[in-house]
């Protein structure tokens, strides 16, 4: 199993940026995948990004391509969301999450291991 834990969410005004971090204890094999979803009030979770911890395949839902980055720092064990060009639909809870499987999914129930999420506010 994986620990992941998340910071850096926050407020934000619409236009701006913020960067989340996800750190996992526990080995992280070169196949496993990590992600982000986010839920927000009232919806199911959705798929935001995903990349092997390799960095050999990346994935982004067509609302956060061209704004939001994910990265890895393989020596510090940690994920990276960098979100550019915040709009207000983009608030939400947002979660890490580790698939201890190869292969990119969207579907969060094939992700293995959660954070606790980070709260994610866009003002307009």
């Known amino acids: 199993q994986v620990q992941l834990v998340e910071s850096g969410g926050g407020l934000v005004q619409a236009g701006g940026s913020l960067r989340l971090s996800c750190a996992a204890s526990g080995y992280i094999f070169s196949y496993y995948v990590m992600g982000w979803f986010r839920q927000a009030p009232g919806k199911e979770r959705e798929f935001v990004a995903a990349q092997s911890w390799s960095g050999g395949s990346t994935s982004y839902a067509d609302s956060v391509k061209g704004r939001f980055t994910i990265s890895r720092d393989t020596a510090k064990n940690t994920v990276y969301l960098q979100m550019n060009s915040l709009i207000a639909e983009d608030t939400a809870v947002y979660y890490c999450?580790?698939?201890?499987?190869?292969?990119?999914?969207?579907?969060?129930?094939?992700?293995?291991?959660w954070g606790q999420g980070t709260q994610v506010t866009v003002s307009s």
């Open positions: 999450a580790v698939r201890r499987i190869t292969g990119i999914t969207i579907t969060p129930s094939l992700f293995n291991d």
